[in-house]
């Protein structure tokens, strides 16, 4: 098992950069496929993005593709989500998930593990 906790979350004027970190408790942390998901404010939680844990390919969803950037350290046991040129619509919980040696998915239900969630407020 996994703990996961995120940090780096606050409020930001539309426009802006925040950087989000998750840290997990395991040392075979280069084995889990990492993903970030949002739940916006009286909505589902979405896909963000994610990275793989044998070749460290990412997928990133349209309405962030180009703002958002994830990348992991494993040494670190850390993923982080770069976010520039926030929007008001990106105000959300922003939640790390992890699933251990299995492939990249889109789907929450394929992440065993997740963390508390971290806040982002855009404003306009």
């Known amino acids: 098992q996994v703990q996961l906790v995120e940090s780096g979350g606050g409020s930001v004027q539309a426009g802006g950069s925040l950087r989000l970190s998750c840290a997990a408790s395991r040392s075979t942390f280069s084995r889990y496929t990492m993903a970030w998901f949002r739940q916006p404010p009286g909505k589902d939680r979405e896909f963000v993005a994610a990275i793989g844990w044998n070749d460290g390919v990412t997928y990133h969803a349209d309405s962030v593709k180009g703002r958002f950037t994830l990348s992991r350290v494993n040494t670190n046991a850390t993923v982080y989500l770069q976010m520039n040129s926030l929007k008001p619509e990106d105000t959300a919980v922003y939640h790390c998930?992890?699933?251990?040696?299995?492939?990249?998915?889109?789907?929450?239900?394929?992440?065993?593990?997740w963390g508390q969630g971290t806040q982002v407020t855009v404003s306009s």
């Open positions: 998930a992890a699933r251990y040696l299995a492939p990249l998915t889109t789907n929450a239900a394929g992440y065993n593990y």
